[in-house]
Structures are given as C-alpha cells and as structure tokens.
C-alpha cells in the first residue's frame, strides 16, 4: 500500500443465507455490471480475470473531477480473497474471510486498511464508514440471496 495518510482500520461481520461456496462465487464474479448492485454509475472495466487473480479498474465520475481506482483481488477459494486497491482518492488493503455457520447461513468478515490520498482529504470516522459498508454488503446480500434462491426452484413438469 503506498498513499500518504496513516492507514485506518475498518471491520464488520455481515451473515447470508447461502452456502458458502455460493457466497465465494457470488461475490468473487466480478462485471461491468457491479455498480449497479451498488446503486452507483461508476464504470467498472475488468483488465483480466483468471482462477486466482482478478484485475480491473474503476472510474467514477464526480462534480469535481474523476475518481480512479485499480484493484487486484487474489482469490483464495473457497474461503476469502485479498484485495489491494490503489486509486487517486484513496488506497485500501482488504481481506474478506467467509465461515460458515450453521443452517445454511456464511458470515463475511471484512477487515480493511484505508489510507488517503492527497486528493481524498481525512479518512471517514470508523462508526460512519463501517455503516456505510454495512449497508452496501446489506444491498449485495438481497441480491446474492435472490440469486441463491433462483438457483434452488425446481421446474415444474408441464401440465398434459
């Protein structure tokens, strides 16, 4: 990680009901189509996608400028992925665990370093930016939990 700020650590748990390896796919199936999950309209370009390393590129832009990021993700299936994030507002070094519980259910732990940039001003306060990445992993869990669910209906025979 190289940016300028002291870095700030961030963390929290969030629980979905899927299984585990399910939760590993879902969240580990990088697109174009991501921001959307987000409900933001940056533009996501994946550079390479392979077994164990996913690299690719994000561009928001702002009122007052662009905001860049590159982001390599190591997977390390079936149990987390380590992402290093380097952009011109902010640097992050991320790791994402998944455990699985009991009834079907996958606890993500996240636990992110963050450091700003020059141009990104002060890291948020904790409590805020844990909230807000709360809520986003919150927003992902509705829809990985849907997609779970449509990969369990089973098709009715047709009726003669």
């Known amino acids: 990680m190289t940016s300028h700020s002291t870095p700030k650590l961030y963390e929290f748990r969030s629980r979905f009901r899927a299984p585990l390896a399910f939760v590993f796919r879902w969240c580990t199936d990088y697109t174009p189509d991501d921001p959307r999950l987000e409900g933001d309209d940056y ?4 550079l390479r996608k392979g077994r164990r390393r996913v690299v690719y590129q994000d561009l928001e832009n702002l009122p007052d400028g662009w905001r860049w990021s590159h982001v390599v993700v190591d997977l390390h299936p079936p149990l987390g992925w380590h992402a290093e994030i380097t952009g011109s507002h902010r ?3 991320i790791d994402y665990e998944l455990s699985r519980l009991p ?3 996958t606890e993500l732990h996240f636990r992110g370093k963050r ?3 020059p141009l990104g001003g002060k890291n948020p306060a904790k409590g805020q ?3 807000e990445l709360r809520g986003m992993w919150r927003r992902f869990g509705r829809a990985l939990e849907a ?3 449509a990969t369990q209906k089973v098709p009715r025979s047709p009726r003669k």
């Open 43 to 46: 533009v996501r370009r994946i």
């Open 91 to 93: 640097d992050w070094s």
């Open 103 to 105: 009834h079907g259910i």
């Open 115 to 117: 450091r700003t940039t």
């Open 129 to 131: 930016l844990e909230g």
């Open 147 to 149: 997609d779970y669910r």
